[in-house]
């Protein structure tokens, strides 16, 4: 079955450029998390989103960063004003139910970098 | 705060050889716990979890990870490598019954299996 797909794939941004990187979670699953992947790094959280409610933003670096679900499938993840700490990998992660011990299943992601 | 430690970074084997990756958390509640691995140029996927019961638990490919309460660790263990296993590895853990059930990630150790 279809996976959790991100776009863009890749992006170069200059510095000070918004960019706007979409997720597309599975399809019926309530949860979806966002997550930075700096090299060499595991995975930090940004966001979590149950349906269209943004539960958590304890995450995000900086209020540059925003997140949205309006119709809690689709996410956008949105950065004002890139900086070049923003360079990294995003990676969107969707979960069938809200509880803890749900699987997460993650896309390949979407490799930003800022010059 | 939650945090999770991968003792290896980088590890080299001999395809047969036995395989044991490290991971500790530090968090004295109740706890979830994962691993993650990443081939070459796929996205992160589980390999196994524990929530619960039996301590000793099987994953995908042969893999199996002990939960020892009383060291806060969750190894990984293989018996036997292939080339196929040259991934990434990442350890992860959450609250058990948390309200966002955000992974925390370890920093992940780099698998190289020489045929």
């Known amino acids: 079955g279809a996976g959790v797909s991100q776009s863009p794939r890749y992006k170069v941004a200059k510095r000070g450029q918004d960019v706007a990187l979409r997720c597309d979670p599975i399809?019926?699953?309530?949860?979806l998390f966002w997550y930075q992947q700096a090299l060499g790094q595991g995975p930090e959280f940004l966001t979590y989103?149950?349906?269209?409610?943004?539960?958590?933003k304890s995450g995000l670096p900086s209020d540059r960063f925003f997140a949205e679900r309006p119709e809690g499938s689709v996410s956008t993840l949105k950065i004002q004003r890139t900086q070049q700490e923003d360079s990294a990998v995003y990676l969107c992660?969707?979960?069938?139910?809200?509880?803890?011990?749900?699987?997460?299943?993650f896309g390949p992601g979407t490799r930003l970098l800022v010059l | 705060a939650q945090s999770v430690s991968q003792h290896n970074h980088h590890v080299i084997l001999s395809e047969a050889a036995s395989l044991e990756l490290g991971c500790n958390y530090s968090y004295g509640g109740t706890v979830n716990l994962f691993w993650y691995v990443q081939y070459p140029g796929q996205h992160l996927q589980l390999l196994l979890k524990y929530f619960s019961g039996d301590p000793l638990v099987k994953g995908i490919k042969g893999f199996e990870a002990e939960f020892i309460k009383s060291k806060f660790s969750f190894n990984l263990r293989k018996p036997s490598v292939q080339w196929s296993d040259t991934a990434e590895y990442f350890c992860?853990?959450?609250?058990?019954?948390?309200?966002?059930?955000?992974?925390?990630f370890g920093t992940g150790t780099l698998l190289a299996v020489q045929p």
């Open positions: 992860a853990v959450n609250r058990g019954g948390g309200a966002t059930n955000k992974l925390i």
């Open positions: 399809s019926g699953h309530v949860s």
């Open positions: 989103f149950q349906n269209e409610a943004q539960l958590d």
């Open positions: 992660a969707s979960s069938r139910e809200p509880q803890s011990v749900e699987t997460q299943y």
